[in-house]
Structures are given as structure tokens and as C-alpha cells.
T-cell receptor, first 114, second 113 residues
């Protein structure tokens, strides 16, 4: 069964550094998403992406964050100048273009900011 | 009022019992309702999704949606220790494809052998 894959599984970064989280969505999906989950809290929406542009973003997704589809298979989340509070699990998801079709998630990248 | 609420649990049941999970929401724009299962340190895994009110069954899982009371349920029959996980409800609006999911905080379930 096709799946969403994310790399790395764990990223440790010094505060203030830039980090790039990578995702390979399911191949025939055209909507891509990033969510995050701070330890012990609920999964929160960050951003959705379609046709090479952001469809929707949350208040969390400020100028510190950016997303990109650098090629036909990868989808990335860049966090500039990381802060301690950016420590969380970051999940990538993808879905096809039919309204109401579910989103499929990867196993996440655990980001630890020191 | 939180947009999507779930009892955090833990809900502890003996193996073979029926697990009953509930979720309430406040946004009447939600039209699609997803249930995900999440194991520790893993991503949400899709279990079921339904549109509008009614019931949907898939194997040991039954999802119910009552839009009039903004109440969603998931039932797991013949529960197994492998069902021990956190269950997340995640409604979605109908505005367009690619709508965000709004997650509840999840209910932790423990199925004891």
C-alpha cells in the first residue's frame, strides 16, 4: 500500500539554526500538508499546498516557516531561526483532489531544538 | 468552547469488550468526519471516514455521526490488545478539496489481555 515517507525520523538542531524536514507524499496525490504535535498536545494544522502554492495556512505558520515542492516527488518544510518552542513532531500528509477524501500521514519527524 | 473535544481517557477495557469513543464539535461547517489511530511516536493512521450523518461499518469498526447534536462516535468490537492506542477524531469542512483537518485531543485506549 502506498505511504507517505518522512526524513529524518529525528532531527536535533541548535536554537537559531535552520532546519529542513522532508516528505515524499503518495505518488498520485496532489494536496500536501504539514501538521505538528507538541508533546502531550493535539495535532495542529500548519499549512496546505496545491499546484505549487499555499492553499491555506494557520496562525502558527508565520514568516519563520516556508514550504516547497523542489521536484516531482518531494515536499519540504523549512524552519528558519529555530526556537525552543519549535520542538515537536512534524507530520506530513497528502490527499487526492476529490472533496472529502482523507489525508494520509507519514510517521513524522521528531524535531528537538537545544 | 474548543472546536473539537474528546475525553482524554485513558479508557481501559478487557480484551473482547466493545470500545466506545466519542467526540463533540462546535463548527457546523464540518461535513466530513475522520477517525485516526495513533500509536506512540507514530503518525495518525486512518481508520474510517464518513460524510454527513449516519453510520458506517468496516470490519470491527463502526462510525456514527449525528450532525444535529454535533456528536461523533466510534465503536470497536471484539477489542484486541493491539487496539491499545490513542484515537483521534478529525472533522473537515466541505469548502473545497484540501481542507485542513481539525483534530481533537484524542482518547487513549488500553485493552488488557
Amino acid at each position: 500500500e502506498p505511504e507517505v515517507t518522512q526524513t529524518p525520523s529525528h532531527q536535533v538542531t541548535q536554537m537559531g539554526q535552520e532546519v529542513i524536514l522532508r516528505c515524499v507524499p503518495i505518488s498520485n496525490h496532489l494536496y500536501f500538508y504539514w501538521y505538528r504535535q507538541i508533546l502531550g498536545q493535539k495535532v495542529e494544522f500548519l499549512v496546505s499546498f496545491y499546484n505549487n502554492e499555499i492553499s491555506e495556512k494557520s496562525e502558527i505558520f508565520d514568516d519563520q516557516f516556508s514550504v516547497e515542492r523542489p521536484d516531482g516527488s518531494n515536499f519540504t518544510l523549512k524552519i528558519r531561526s529555530t526556537k525552543l518552542e519549535d520542538s515537536a513532531m512534524y507530520f506530513c500528509a497528502s490527499s487526492d483532489t476529490t472533496v472529502g477524501q482523507p489525508q494520509h500521514f507519514g510517521d513524522g519527524t521528531r524535531l528537538s531544538i537545544l | 468552547q474548543k472546536e473539537v473535544e474528546q475525553d482524554p481517557g485513558p479508557l481501559s477495557v478487557p480484551e473482547g469488550a466493545i470500545v466506545s469513543l466519542n467526540c463533540t464539535y462546535s463548527n457546523s461547517a464540518f461535513q466530513y468526519f475522520m477517525w485516526y489511530r495513533q500509536y506512540s511516536r507514530k503518525g495518525p493512521e486512518l481508520l474510517m471516514y464518513t460524510y454527513s450523518s449516519g453510520n458506517k461499518e468496516d470490519g470491527r469498526f463502526t462510525a456514527q455521526v449525528d450532525k444535529s447534536s454535533k456528536y461523533i462516535s466510534l465503536f470497536i468490537r471484539d477489542s484486541q490488545p493491539s487496539d491499545s492506542a490513542t484515537y483521534l477524531c478529525a472533522p473537515q469542512g466541505i469548502k473545497a478539496a484540501g481542507n485542513k483537518l481539525t483534530f481533537g485531543g484524542g482518547t487513549r485506549v488500553l485493552v488488557k489481555p
